[in-house]
C-alpha cells in the first residue's frame, strides 16, 4: 500500500503543474477575451517615481536572465552538462547564475518596502498584488538559497528537473527525479507551478503581452520638468482657454452698432433740411 507521502508527492509533482498550465492557458485566454484592456502590469511609477527605478529594473535583469537560464537548461540539458564539465567553466556559470539572481531579489524586497513605505502606494496595492509578491519573495528566494547551500544547481538541474519537466511535457510525469530533491528545491517547483497558475488573476498576466519593439525602436526623449513648471503651464493654458471662450461667446462691439445707426442719422438731418 502506497505511504501518504506518495499521493502527497503526486499531488504536488504531478497533479499541480497540470492543473497550475491548465489555469494559465484557459483564463489567460478568457481573460484576453473578456477584459483585453486590463492586460497591464498597471505602473504605479506615476504615484512615485524615485525609488521606482531600484526595484523595477535591478528585478526585471534579474528575473530575465534566471528565467533565460532556465529554460536553455531546459532545451539543451546534454550541453549544459558538457560546459559543466569544466570546473572553470561550471564556476562561471554558477557564480553568473547567482549574482543575477541576487538582482532580483533586492529588486523584490525593494518592491515590497516601496509599497509599504508608501501611503499612496499602499492604497492602490491589492490583496492579490501582495499575495503575488510574497510568492515571488519565496521563488527567489528559494532558488538563491540552493544556489548556496545545494551547489551546482546547473548541473542537477540538467540532470534531474530538465527529465522530470520533459516527463511532464510528454504526458508520462516521472516524479521520481524529484521526491529525493532537498526540501528547497521542492519548495522552488510547487512554489513555480502555483505562480503559473494565478497568473491569469494578477499583474503578471503583462508578461503575455510584453511590448516587444521596445527591444529595436529608436530611443524616446523624455524630459521632466518637475510640477511647478508643469502646473504653471497648465494654468496658463487654462486661462487662455477661458479667454478665448470668452471673446467667442461676447456680443459685437457698440461701435459697430453706432457705425451701423450713422446713416440713417444723416438721411434724417437731410429730410428736415429739404421741408425747411
Known amino acids: 500500500m502506497d505511504s501518504p507521502q506518495h499521493y502527497l508527492d503526486v499531488f504536488l509533482f504531478v497533479a499541480l503543474p497540470y492543473v497550475a498550465l491548465f489555469s ?3 483564463f489567460s485566454i478568457h481573460r484576453y477575451r473578456t477584459q483585453r484592456f486590463s492586460y497591464s502590469s498597471l505602473s504605479s511609477q506615476l504615484l512615485e517615481n524615485q525609488d521606482h527605478f531600484w526595484a523595477v529594473v535591478p528585478f526585471h535583469y534579474g528575473i530575465l536572465v534566471v528565467l533565460a537560464g532556465h529554460v536553455v537548461a531546459f532545451l539543451i540539458p ?3 552538462l558538457a560546459w559543466n564539465s569544466n570546473p572553470l567553466r561550471l564556476y562561471v556559470l554558477e ?3 547567482l549574482v543575477f539572481g541576487l538582482l532580483a531579489l533586492i529588486g523584490v ?3 515590497i518596502g516601496r509599497r509599504l513605505a508608501f501611503k499612496n502606494l499602499r492604497k492602490v496595492t491589492s490583496p492579490m498584488d501582495w499575495v503575488v509578491f510574497s510568492l515571488l519573495l519565496v521563488q527567489i528566494a528559494a532558488g538563491v538559497y ?5 551547489g551546482w544547481g546547473s548541473s542537477w538541474f540538467a540532470a534531474s528537473a530538465a527529465p522530470y519537466l520533459w516527463s511532464l511535457v510528454e504526458f508520462h510525469p516521472d516524479s521520481s527525479f524529484i521526491v529525493g530533491m532537498p526540501w528547497a528545491v521542492k519548495l522552488h517547483i510547487v512554489n513555480a507551478s502555483i ?3 494565478l497568473v491569469p488573476f494578477t499583474r503578471l498576466v503583462h508578461i503575455l503581452v510584453v511590448p516587444n519593439p521596445y527591444l529595436w525602436r529608436k530611443p524616446q526623449v523624455v524630459r521632466w520638468y518637475g510640477h511647478t513648471i508643469l502646473r504653471s503651464e497648465a494654468m496658463r493654458a487654462r486661462a487662455a482657454k477661458a479667454q478665448a471662450e470668452a471673446l467667442t ?3 459685437a462691439p457698440e461701435l459697430s452698432t453706432a457705425q451701423n445707426s450713422q446713416p440713417l442719422v444723416s438721411s434724417e438731418l437731410a429730410g ?3 421741408r425747411a
Open 24 to 26: 494559465f492557458f484557459i
Open 78 to 80: 546534454r550541453q549544459i
Open 95 to 97: 557564480f553568473t547564475a
Open 109 to 111: 524586497l525593494a518592491g
Open 146 to 150: 540552493i544556489a548556496v547551500f545545494a
Open 195 to 197: 505562480l503559473i497558475g
Open 249 to 251: 461667446a461676447a456680443p
Open 272 to 274: 428736415r433740411e429739404s
